[in-house]
């Protein structure tokens, strides 16, 4: 009964290869995320989409697209592949934690995707 | 000013003493305010909210400064398993959240 999965959780592959990353969330939760770590650690958000929705975009190129078929998934793909796109993938979803009035991110157990 | 602004550390704390992290936030119109935790090669996760009232859990506290811009963290009787990172969350929204760089801890025995 996994809150947030996510497959692939390591995929290593060529420069200029496309792939697709899943993404599904079981909590009934609006909005859902992508975030990027890099090997520095940090934590940088990509897309945030509401009930299937783009609602952020924060400046990520366009080889990178996300797709909502509904607001349970949100997968995202990765055309043409780079070696800068080697990171962990986290995908994440918002809603308010249990007993409280704040919304709480649950998080996926990411995907180390490595580009050769 | 950054928007999430933390100090990365390390921080290398023996086994048993205090630490304390802290936090600054751009944003003054922000709402929301965490600590999140995150072990080596994991996903984060949320450690606890911060009210603006301050909360407690355990051997860990949380405290919010509205005025100054920033919430801290205190652990207290540190053990080993809380070496990690800890990663303070703000956020401006309801769609939005801001994570900080995150701050590592090493608990030493």
């Known amino acids: 009964d996994t809150a947030v999965s996510q497959t692939p959780k390591y995929l290593v592959t060529q420069m200029g290869n496309d792939k697709s990353i899943k993404c599904e969330q079981n909590l009934g939760h609006d909005t859902m995320y992508w975030y990027k770590q890099d090997s520095k650690k940090f934590l940088k958000i990509m897309f945030s989409?509401?009930?299937?929705?783009?609602?952020i975009n924060e400046t990520v190129p366009n080889r990178f697209s996300p797709k909502s078929p509904d607001k349970a998934h949100l997968n995202l793909h990765i055309n043409s592949l780079e070696l800068g796109d080697s990171a962990v993938y986290f995908c994440a979803s918002i809603g308010l934690a249990g007993g409280s009035s704040y919304n709480e991110q649950f998080f996926g157990p990411g995907t180390r995707l490595t580009v050769l | 000013r950054k928007e999430v602004e933390q100090d990365p550390g390390p921080f290398n704390v023996p086994e048993g003493a205090t630490v304390a992290f802290n936090c600054t936030y751009s944003n003054s119109a922000s709402q929301s305010f965490f600590w999140y935790r995150q072990d080596c090669r994991k996903e984060p996760k949320l450690l606890m909210s911060?009210?603006?009232s301050g909360n407690e859990d355990g051997r860990f506290t949380a405290q919010l400064n509205r005025a100054s811009q920033y919430i801290s963290l205190l652990i207290r009787d540190s053990k080993l398993s809380d070496s990690a990172t800890y990663l303070c969350?703000?956020?401006?929204?309801?769609?939005?959240?801001?994570f900080g760089k995150g701050t590592r801890l090493h608990i030493l025995p």
């Open positions: 911060v009210y603006s």
């Open positions: 989409y509401n009930n299937k929705e783009l609602i």
């Open positions: 969350v703000v956020g401006p929204g309801h769609d939005k959240i801001i």
